[in-house]
């Protein structure tokens, strides 16, 4: 069990988040991003795993010269 950092009083589970990120004009926010998300204020942690794909997400959007893009993490 992992104690929050935040709040100190939830402990991390396995859930998902909807994660927002930004890079230059593009924005893109990702739904269903597999987290280990806290019972208390919902603060999220990201495995190195999924963090690697959302950058390669918004590099693609970037590439796409997309302003906003929305989409649902595929793993
Ligand atoms: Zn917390």
Do not use: W
Not at 42 to 55: A, D, F, N, R
């Amino acid at each position: 069990m992992i104690s929050c950092v935040i709040c100190k009083e939830g402990i991390y589970k396995d859930g998902s988040t909807t994660v927002t990120l930004e890079r230059e004009s593009t924005i893109i926010v990702v739904k269903a991003v597999p987290a280990m998300v806290c019972t208390n204020c919902g603060k999220y942690i990201l495995s190195e795993e999924v963090t690697e794909y959302l950058m390669k997400l918004l590099d693609q959007a970037v590439l796409h010269g997309a302003a906003f893009e929305m989409l649902n993490y595929a793993a």
